[in-house]
C-alpha cells in the first residue's frame, strides 16, 4: 500500500507546548494527544475537529494508550501519577500513584486488567485495575536508569531503558531476557508477529532485534535523534518503518530494503516526538515540540 | 450641732467603744459594735454562697445576678433552672412519672420515717428460727424466689418428674392391685438425711471432730476450734512481733534467730500424739510379691508389731492390697522401691583428694608432673605449721611449664633478656650487686620504629597493627556500591584493598606494598609507614560509614550502569523530555558485551537470560499459568524452541515481496530478488549456525544476511 505522503488538512494546534504523544485508539476513528500543556486530546482525523479534552493532569502529559475496547485510555506524566480514563465521562477513574519520579511510559494489557508505567526512577510498576488497590502487583527493578518507553505485548513486557538495555519480561516462561543495545533506548516496539523489536536509540539508529535470540536483523539510519526521545513505529503490517527525526522531517524506511522511501518534512522543521499509523488504512498523524499535530494521508 | 458630735459611718474600725482620740471624746456611739473576731474577715464570693440544710442553694442568684424567670427550684433539680429531661414531640411521647410518696414528703416526713426503720435479720436468719431443724424436702430444695419456678424444676419436669413425686429410683409398688413401678413418695426422698443446721462455729469446711488430727493440739474446749489457746503463742523474747533481734548469750551457744536452719522434711502436724502410734504412717502401693516379702521380713525382726494389725491414723484397717509403712522401720524406701544398690565407683590409688590442676589440655597429666607438683606443694620442713605460707621452690615459670599453660611473651621474661651485656655491667657497677642475671640483646615484640629494621620479622610485626574489621563488615563495605575517595583513585584502590584483606579474598600481606619506607619514599604511590598506619586507620573508620543502603533509603537511590558517578545521564529541558545517555564504552571498556555491541555483533554476546518470577495475580490477569522455575538453561531452551525469527522474516518478506510484485510497479529488481528468495527458502534454513556465526566475523553471515534482505545497496552500511 502507497505510503500517507499528504497532508490534507492544516495541522491541528489545539496544544499549547510541545506535543509528546500521539495515538490511535483501537479502530483508527480517533486519534488521543496529550503535551506539555497537561491536556489531553480527543479528536477526529478524519475532520481535524476536537472531540474533547481532559484536564486533570498536574504536569506534562507524557504517554497515553487506549484499552482494547476503546472505552478508557490510561496516561502518565510529570505529576508521578498514572490516570485511568473513562473516554465518555471525561473523567479521571481511578490513580496509580507510586513512582518517585515522572513516568515516562504506560500501557494496558490485553484485557486492560493490568496496567505497566516506566518511569525515570528506574522501575516499572505494574497495576492492577480490578481492585482498588494502591500498590502495585509487581515491580520490575532490574533497570539501572530511567525507563524511556515500554510496551505490553500477549504475556511479553518489553521495556526500553535509558542504560541500554531492552529487556522483555515473558510472564508464560518466566524469563527475563535483556539485550544490551549500547546506546540508550528512546523507544520500543513489537512487531506485528511478535518476533522482532524495533528499538530506537540515541545513536541515531533504529534497530531491529530479533526477540529470540538478540541479533539485530536490520538497523535503519539517516534520521537524526540525539537527545529527544523520539518515538519510532511499523507502518502498514510492518512494512515500513516511520520515525520522527530532531531535524524535522518525519523519516519512513522500506523495512526489508532499510531504504528511506520518505521525508516528510512539517512541524516547523521542529523535533517530530511521535508518530502513529493507523491500524487499518494508509494515514498516519504526527505531533511535534511545536505543538501541532498532523494527519498524513494518501492522495 | 449634730454633725459633729454623731458620727455614722467611720471608715476605722472599733476597736473598743471608747473614741480612738481624745477629739472625740464627746461622740455618741449607736448600734453594737462589730465582734472583734468577725471584724477582720472576709470570705470569698464562693464560700458565702447561702445554703439551706439540705444543700440547696436559696437566694437564686439574686446577689449574683442569676437568671431564673422564675423557674427556680420548681423542676426538681438541684441548680433550679434546669429542667430534668423532659422530651415529648409528636413521635415520642413523654412519658407519665409515677409520683412516689417520697416526692410528698417533707424534711419531718423524712426524719419520721428514718425514725421508724429498725434493722432486723430476715426470717430464715432470724433467731426465732436458730433452734429448728428443717427438714429439707423437695419442694424446700428446689424452691427458688417466691413466685418462680427454679431452674431445678424444670429440669426435673423435663426429665419426667411430676411435681407431688419424691426423687429416687422408682419401686414396685402395689397400686389397685397391680404391681406398678412408681416413684418414691415426696417425703421419703434420697436426700431424707440432710440435715439443715446452723453453722455457730468458726471451724473450716470439712471439719469433722471425730477426725483426731483435726482436734487443736492443746485441747482448751472443742468448741473454740481454730483459734489458738491463750497459753500457745511463744513468748520467747527473741522472736515476736515488735520485738528486734535480740541476742541473748544466755542459752550459751550462739543461737542466731535468722539462720537458716535445714528444712526437715519429716516434721509432722500433731507429731507428739502420733509418735505414740508408731509414727507417720501414710498409705503406700506395694505389689503382691513385696508385700509377701515385707510382712515375711517383718515377721520376722518386730515381732511387737506383728500382734497388732497396723491401722492408719484414722483408725481404719488399710486397703487390700495396701501395706502401711512405717518411716524408719525397714520396710521403708529400699525394701519398697526396686532399685538395688549400687557400690561407689573405684577410687584409684594415685587419687590424692584436693587437688584441681586447671591445665592445658594438650599436656598429658604424667606421674613426673604430678611428683613435681606435690614436691612444690610439700611443705619444705614438718615443724611448719599450715598457716604459715609455702617456701615456693618453684618459680613462676616453672610452674606454667609444669602446668602446660601457653607461654607468653612478656612473663617469664626480664628485663635483663632485653639488655645488652655493656649495659648489665653498668648496672652491676651501679648497684653494687654483681649477682644479675645475663643479659641477652633480646628485641622485643613491641621495638621503636628506629630500632625496626627492614626483615620478615618487622614485616609480621607491622601486619600485626594493622587495624582489623569484621570479616562480614568489610564484605558488606565492599558491596557497599559506592566507593569513597571518589577523586583519589590509588587511595580507593587502596581502600579496596584493604576491604579485601578484611575480608578474606586477599592476603593481608598485600598490604605491605605500599608500606616499605626507607629508600622506596622517594618512589611514588608508596607510603610512609606512620602515614600508612594512618590511612589504615581511616580505612577502618570508613568501613564502618560507607556501608550499602537498606531498605527504603534503598529505594530512594539507585546506581547508575557506569561506574564513575559524576556524570549525569539524563538532563531535562523544560519543555522536551530529553535523554542523555552515558558513554558505555568509555566508562565500562571492559565489559565484553558492551563492546560487542558497540561493533554491531548483537547476540548471544549482548543477551543475557535470567529467570523471573512474576507475581500470581499478575499471571492471573495474565491469563497465565504461572511458570515453573526449574533449573534449566533457559537460553539453551529457548533458541531451540523458537523458530528462527529469520526463517519468519523470510517468509514475510517473501509475501511482501509478491505483494508489492502484484502491484503494478514490479521491477526486475523485485523479481529477481524473488527468485534468489525462493532458492534460498527451498534450499535450507538451519538454525543452529546463529551461534557460532556471531563470534566469527567470516563472510558466510554476511552472505545470508545479503541474501535475506536483500542489500543492493552495499555503500548504505553505516553501522
Request: with cysteine.
Amino acid at each position: 500500500m502507497p505510503f500517507p505522503v499528504y497532508s490534507r488538512n492544516a495541522p491541528l494546534k489545539e496544544h499549547v507546548g510541545p506535543v509528546h504523544v500521539v495515538t490511535y485508539n483501537t479502530t483508527g476513528q480517533y486519534v488521543l494527544s496529550g503535551g506539555q500543556d497537561r491536556k489531553i486530546i480527543l479528536w477526529n482525523p478524519n475532520s481535524s475537529k476536537l472531540v474533547k479534552s481532559y484536564i486533570a493532569h498536574g504536569y506534562e502529559v507524557l504517554d497515553i494508550a487506549v484499552s482494547y475496547d476503546n472505552s478508557k485510555f490510561v496516561s502518565c506524566g510529570g505529576d508521578r501519577t498514572i490516570y485511568l480514563w473513562d473516554v465518555t465521562s471525561g473523567s479521571t477513574t481511578r490513580r496509580f500513584s507510586g513512582h518517585m519520579s515522572r513516568v515516562n511510559a504506560v500501557d494496558f494489557n490485553a484485557d486492560a486488567s493490568v496496567i505497566a508505567s516506566g518511569s525515570y526512577d528506574a522501575k516499572v510498576r505494574l497495576w492492577d485495575t480490578k481492585s482498588s488497590s494502591q500498590r502495585p502487583i509487581q515491580l520490575l527493578e532490574e533497570a539501572k536508569d530511567s525507563i524511556s518507553t515500554l510496551q505490553i505485548v500477549g504475556s511479553q513486557i518489553i521495556t526500553g531503558s535509558v542504560d541500554g538495555y531492552v529487556r522483555v519480561y515473558d510472564l508464560r516462561m518466566g524469563q527475563l531476557c535483556e539485550d544490551l543495545i549500547g546506546y540508550p533506548v528512546t523507544s520500543i516496539k513489537d512487531s506485528t508477529d511478535g518476533a522482532c523489536v524495533l528499538v530506537s536509540t540515541l545513536d541515531s539508529t533504529i534497530r531491529l532485534m530479533d526477540k529470540s535470540n538478540g541479533t539485530m536483523l536490520q538497523s535503519f539510519s539517516g534520521h537524526l535523534n540525539k537527545e529527544y526521545r523520539i518515538r519510532s513505529c511499523f507502518g502498514d503490517n510492518d512494512v515500513y518503518v516511520i520515525s520522527g527525526s530532531e531535524d524535522g522531517k518525519i523519516y519512513a524506511w522500506d523495512m526489508l530494503s532499510r531504504r528511506v522511501v520518505h521525508e516528510l518534512k512539517g512541524h516547523g522543521e521542529k523535533v517530530i516526538s511521535c508518530v502513529a499509523y493507523h491500524p487499518k488504512k494508509p494515514q498516519m498523524v504526527s505531533c511535534g515540540i511545536d505543538g501541532s499535530i498532523q494527519v498524513w494521508d494518501c492522495s | 450641732m449634730f454633725a459633729d458630735s454623731v458620727k455614722m459611718s467611720r471608715k476605722r474600725p472599733f476597736s473598743t467603744a471608747q473614741p480612738a482620740s481624745t477629739n472625740e471624746a464627746d461622740s455618741i456611739f449607736l448600734g453594737t459594735p462589730i465582734a472583734e473576731a468577725d471584724q477582720n474577715t472576709f470570705a470569698p464570693v464562693w464560700k458565702q454562697e447561702a445554703r439551706d440544710e439540705r444543700g440547696r442553694k436559696r437566694f437564686h442568684g439574686a446577689f449574683t445576678g442569676g437568671f431564673s424567670a422564675g423557674y427556680f427550684n420548681t423542676v426538681g433539680s438541684k441548680d433550679g433552672w434546669t429542667p430534668s429531661t423532659f422530651k415529648s414531640s409528636r413521635t415520642e411521647r413523654a412519658e407519665r412519672k409515677a409520683l412516689r410518696p417520697e416526692d410528698f414528703m417533707d424534711e419531718e416526713d423524712f426524719a419520721e420515717q428514718r425514725a421508724d426503720e429498725r434493722l432486723v435479720a430476715a426470717a430464715p436468719f432470724s433467731a426465732a428460727t436458730s433452734s429448728k431443724v428443717v427438714e429439707a424436702g423437695v419442694q424446700d430444695i428446689l424452691r427458688g424466689a417466691p413466685g418462680v419456678e427454679s431452674v431445678g424444676y424444670e429440669l426435673l419436669k423435663k426429665m419426667g418428674w411430676k411435681p407431688g413425686f419424691g426423687i429416687g429410683a422408682l419401686r414396685s409398688q402395689v397400686v389397685a392391685g397391680r404391681k406398678v413401678m412408681m416413684p418414691p413418695r415426696a417425703d421419703e426422698t434420697a436426700m431424707s438425711g440432710v440435715r439443715l443446721t446452723r453453722k455457730n462455729n468458726t471451724h473450716g469446711l470439712g471439719y469433722d471432730s471425730n477426725v483426731p488430727s483435726m482436734r487443736p493440739s492443746d485441747e482448751t474446749g472443742g468448741a473454740r476450734g481454730a483459734w489458738p489457746a491463750p497459753g500457745s503463742i511463744s513468748t520467747k523474747k527473741n522472736s515476736g512481733i515488735g520485738v528486734g533481734v535480740v541476742n541473748e548469750y544466755d542459752d550459751g551457744d550462739e543461737e542466731d534467730p535468722y539462720e537458716i536452719k535445714p528444712i526437715a522434711y519429716d516434721r509432722v502436724l500433731g507429731s507428739k500424739k502420733h509418735k505414740a502410734l508408731g509414727g507417720a504412717s501414710k498409705h503406700t502401693f506395694v505389689s503382691k510379691n513385696r508385700a509377701k516379702l515385707v510382712s515375711a521380713s517383718s515377721i520376722s525382726t518386730t515381732t511387737t508389731t506383728t500382734s497388732k494389725l497396723k491401722r492408719c491414723y484414722d483408725g481404719r484397717l488399710p486397703l487390700s492390697g495396701f501395706l502401711l509403712v512405717i518411716s524408719g522401720s525397714l520396710t521403708s524406701s529400699s525394701m519398697l522401691t526396686n532399685e538395688k544398690e549400687y557400690a561407689p565407683p573405684s577410687i584409684p590409688e594415685t587419687y590424692i583428694p584436693g587437688i584441681l590442676i586447671m591445665h592445658d589440655p594438650k599436656t598429658l597429666i604424667t606421674p613426673e608432673l604430678i611428683a613435681d607438683f606435690e614436691k612444690s606443694r610439700k611443705p619444705s620442713s614438718s615443724l611448719q605449721s599450715s598457716s604459715a605460707p609455702h617456701q615456693e621452690r618453684l618459680s613462676a615459670s616453672e610452674r606454667s611449664r609444669i602446668l602446660g599453660s601457653a607461654q607468653d611473651h612478656l612473663q617469664g621474661k626480664s628485663v635483663f633478656d632485653y639488655m645488652t651485656p655493656a649495659q648489665r655491667e653498668r648496672l652491676a657497677k651501679v648497684t653494687g650487686n654483681q649477682q644479675l642475671p645475663p643479659a641477652k640483646s633480646e628485641v622485643g615484640p613491641s621495638s621503636t620504629q628506629s630500632e625496626r629494621n627492614s626483615g620478615e620479622r618487622n614485616e609480621a610485626a607491622l601486619l600485626e597493627l594493622v587495624p582489623t574489621i569484621d570479616k562480614h563488615q568489610a564484605s558488606t563495605a565492599l558491596s557497599a556500591g559506592f566507593m569513597p575517595y571518589a577523586d583519589d583513585n590509588e587511595k580507593r584502590v587502596r581502600y579496596i584493598i584493604y576491604l579485601e584483606s578484611q575480608s578474606g579474598t586477599r592476603p593481608v600481606s598485600d598490604l605491605l606494598v605500599f608500606s616499605k619506607s626507607g629508600d622506596s619514599d622517594t618512589a611514588p604511590g608508596k607510603l610512609k609507614v606512620e602515614d600508612w598506619m594512618r590511612e589504615l586507620k581511616e580505612f577502618n573508620k570508613a568501613a564502618g560509614l560507607f556501608r550499602p543502603l537498606k531498605g527504603m533509603l534503598a529505594n530512594r537511590f539507585t546506581s547508575s550502569a557506569n561506574a564513575s558517578t559524576t556524570k549525569t545521564s539524563v538532563v531535562e529541558d523544560e519543555n522536551t523530555v530529553l535523554f542523555h545517555g552515558a558513554d558505555l564504552k568509555k566508562d565500562l571498556p571492559d565489559r565484553e558485551d558492551v563492546s560487542a555491541a558497540k561493533m554491531g555483533m548483537y547476540g548471544p554476546l549482548t543477551r543475557r537470560v535470567s529467570t523471573w518470577a512474576p507475581s500470581s495475580l499478575l499471571c492471573k490477569r495474565f491469563g497465565v499459568r504461572v511458570p515453573n522455575m526449574s533449573a534449566v538453561d533457559v537460553s539453551i531452551a529457548s533458541a531451540e524452541l523458537k523458530p528462527s525469527a529469520r526463517d519468519r522474516l523470510e517468509l514475510l518478506s517473501h509475501n511482501k515481496l509478491l505483494n508489492i510484485a502484484k502491484d503494478a510497479d514490479v521491477s526486475e529488481e523485485v523479481t529477481k530478488r524473488l527468485e534468489v528468495q525462493n532458492v534460498n527458502a527451498g534450499g535450507g534454513s538451519k538454525i543452529n549456525a546463529e551461534v557460532n556465526e556471531a563470534l566469527e566475523q567470516t563472510k558466510a553471515p554476511r552472505d545470508l544476511f545479503l541474501a535475506v534482505f536483500g542489500d543492493s545497496d552495499v555503500e548504505d552500511e553505516n553501522v
